[in-house]
């Protein structure tokens, strides 16, 4: 099975810029109501290839800055099993879900970064492996962490991916690497806020 490694100053990597910019540049929640936002999510590799579905991203809330320097030094200093126990314990401040459907996974750390014309929106998850996967003890359980980028424009309109599992090493202080499970993450297309 080919695997895509990504060496990411995104997702889970974009803790390590939040160390750097000062507090004031990670964007208070943009609304105090949560959000919602809607894409068509796109399989562009690997089994099921080319298959779409709708889906829903609710954001019911956003990481404050310290929780996100908090994990971010847990990370550095403790390695990733440390921070997938915090995650663990942490309330779930957004999810994703196929439309018409309860759940896809929740998300425990949100923020809302500042970009070019808009807003970035990144989230880390501790990914549900279901009973027959740990039963089976399949390779997948290895990937234990869910990320989601959104890249949105001044009217909540864009595009994203989501990187429904993966397994993250600290190869030094300044770089993360976040592998994913499958060849390449889930495409987010036509995003926009409901």
Same mark, same amino acid.
Request: glycine share 10%; net charge positive; proline share 6%.
């Given at each position: 099975?080919?695997? !895509?490694?990504?060496?990411?100053? #995104?997702?889970?990597?974009?803790?390590?810029? /939040?160390?750097?910019?000062? =507090?004031?540049?990670?964007?208070?929640?943009?609304?105090?109501?949560? @959000?919602?936002?809607?894409?068509?999510?796109?399989?562009?590799?690997?089994?099921? =290839?080319?298959?779409?579905?709708?889906?829903?991203?609710?954001?019911?809330?956003?990481?404050?800055? @310290? @929780?996100?320097?908090?994990?971010? =030094?847990?990370?550095?200093?403790?390695?990733?099993?440390?921070?997938?126990?915090?995650?663990? !314990?942490?309330?779930? +401040?957004?999810?994703?879900?196929?439309?018409?459907?309860?759940?896809?996974?929740?998300?425990?750390? #949100?923020?809302?970064?500042?970009?070019?014309?808009?807003?970035? #929106?990144?989230?880390?998850?501790?990914?549900?492996?279901?009973?027959?996967?740990?039963?089976?003890?399949?390779?997948?359980?290895?990937?234990?962490?869910?990320?989601?980028?959104?890249?949105?424009?001044?009217?909540?309109?864009?595009?994203?991916?989501?990187?429904?599992?993966?397994?993250? +090493?600290?190869?030094?202080?300044?770089? /993360?690497?976040? @592998?994913?499970?499958? #060849?390449?993450? /889930? +495409?987010?297309?036509?995003?926009? +806020?409901?």
């Amino acid at each position: 099975m080919n695997r !895509k490694t990504l060496v990411l100053t #995104i997702s889970l990597a974009a803790w390590c810029v /939040i160390n750097a910019l000062p =507090a004031r540049a990670i964007l208070a929640p943009p609304a105090a109501k949560g @959000e919602t936002f809607s894409a068509l999510a796109y399989l562009p590799a690997g089994p099921g =290839a080319g298959r779409t579905a709708n889906v829903n991203i609710t954001i019911n809330s956003y990481s404050s800055p @310290e @929780e996100v320097q908090n994990l971010h =030094a847990m990370l550095i200093d403790r390695g990733p099993d440390v921070v997938l126990k915090a995650l663990e !314990k942490m309330k779930p +401040k957004g999810r994703i879900a196929m439309t018409g459907t309860v759940g896809f996974y929740e998300f425990k750390v #949100i923020i809302s970064v500042p970009s070019g014309g808009g807003r970035r #929106i990144l989230a880390a998850a501790d990914r549900p492996i279901s009973f027959l996967e740990q039963y089976y003890g399949t390779r997948s359980t290895d990937y234990k962490f869910g990320f989601l980028e959104l890249d949105l424009d001044q009217r909540g309109r864009g595009e994203g991916n989501l990187t429904y599992a993966a397994k993250v +090493k600290v190869i030094n202080s300044d770089k /993360i690497e976040i @592998e994913n499970l499958g #060849i390449e993450p /889930i +495409k987010l297309m036509g995003v926009r +806020k409901l």
